[in-house]
């Protein structure tokens, strides 16, 4: 009976693990699309670079609200945050279809990072409540593996309809953001199992809302080790988003059907492929150890970028990508149930919280810093010191281990 028990999820994984993947179906369809939209502000739109820096920072910079929207749902019935997510945030997209302008295009994905904060947390409660957790690694990496190829049928699809009509990006982005709605409203729909810690709160204020930010990372050090390691992988990941715009646009002139072969349909092919594997990891290996694999393989992906940034070659960032879908599948497993592990008992939306704010404060000021140096020194040099942090959070993570 032992043996058979453990050869599948509980039934209340399983139902979730249903409506997961649905969600997730349109999620990639959505993000199909919308990852192209630094290379429409760029190549459609003429953005400049402040305009390229704002896009890229954005999503960073408003999850520093994060915890604010972990403590408000602490307790609460998660579909609200759902919804406000789907209607805040995605549904706003629908406006690139009568706003004219590089300016009202980036404002306009400014509003989808705003609310992507609002619904991370909420995701995390739903996974701690209803997954097992000898099972939530794997059913995660189950869920990458089967929604990449929506992914990139939609990359592909999106990159060739721009590539002949650069102007189509009117209707592709409204399309978009009506999938990404729905896939909100998925999540929604699922029934969130009731745990110890769904016992109703009073609504905390901002200055109580601060002081839990520091108790947990007071408390629990092995959590605060682990955001400073995964603080310095941010620091070089988000230092060279700037310099991806710049070397596939400006210095390589790459078309949208080789910027989305690269960044989107290479990256995703090695991302869901090792999903599995990385949630397998997970469930053995746990968050730190994970993470420590993780990033010492990120640390080549800026490497093949500089090469490809020497040498002009677009095999080269081919290759960089598909070592950075690599690495991400290991960050992505630690990343979505690192919170989860250090919660225990308690309500992981808050801890989520705490994570995404880290993010944001990591991606406020370097994507900016990145563009100094690129400026003051060149490309090169920025994806020089995004390997030397990956590499130094490698090693950080590991001692923590």
């Known amino acids: 009976m032992a043996v058979t028990l453990a050869a599948y999820p509980p039934v209340v994984s399983r139902y979730t693990y249903r409506y997961h993947l649905r969600a997730e179906i349109l999620n990639s369809l959505f993000a199909g699309i919308f990852g192209l939209a630094e290379a429409v502000a760029r190549k459609s739109l003429g953005a400049s670079d402040i305009e390229i820096i704002i896009l890229t920072t954005a999503s960073a910079a408003f999850a520093l609200l994060a915890f604010l929207w972990g403590s408000l749902m602490e307790g609460q019935p998660k579909w609200l945050f759902f919804l406000a997510g789907a209607l805040i945030g995605r549904g706003m997209l629908v406006l690139t279809a009568v706003l004219s302008g590089s300016i009202w295009f980036v404002l306009l994905c400014c509003c989808v990072f705003f609310a992507d904060p609002i619904v991370a947390p909420a995701q995390q409660s739903l996974m701690q409540s209803n997954y097992d957790p000898m099972w939530r690694g794997r059913l995660l990496g189950r869920v990458v593996l089967w929604t990449r190829g929506f992914f990139i049928v939609a990359a592909l699809g999106a990159g060739y309809l721009l590539e002949h009509d650069p102007g189509l990006y009117r209707l592709l982005f409204p399309v978009a953001g009506a999938i990404g709605v729905l896939a909100y409203l998925q999540y929604a729909f699922i029934r969130i199992r009731r745990s110890s810690w769904e016992e ?61 072969l ?66 991400m599948a290991g960050v992505n497993s630690a990343w979505h149930l690192g919170a989860i592990e250090f919660a225990g008992r308690k309500d992981a939306s808050l801890f989520m919280g705490v994570h995404l704010t880290a993010v944001g404060a990591r991606g406020l000021f370097v994507p900016m810093i990145g563009y100094a140096v690129s400026a003051f020194f060149n490309l090169g040099t920025v994806y020089l010191a995004s390997s030397a942090l990956f590499a130094l959070a490698a090693f950080s993570m590991h001692r923590l281990r």
């Open 200 to 260: 109703p709160h009073e609504r905390a204020s901002l200055g109580q809302t601060l002081r839990t930010f520091q108790r947990i990372l007071r408390q629990n050090r092995d959590f605060d080790r682990f955001e400073r390691n995964f603080f310095i992988y941010g620091v070089g990941f988000f230092l060279v988003l700037p310099a991806n715009v710049f070397l596939l646009v400006d210095h390589l002139g790459l078309s949208y059907s080789e910027i989305s």
């Open 262 to 327: 690269a960044r989107l349909v290479l990256f995703q092919v090695t991302f869901a492929l090792f999903s599995p594997l990385a949630g397998r990891l997970l469930d053995h290996w746990k968050a730190v150890r994970t993470a420590t694999a993780a990033f010492a393989v990120l640390a080549l992906y800026p490497i093949c970028l500089y090469c490809a940034y020497v040498f002009k070659s677009t095999e080269l960032v081919y290759a960089g990508f598909a070592i950075f879908g690599v690495g």
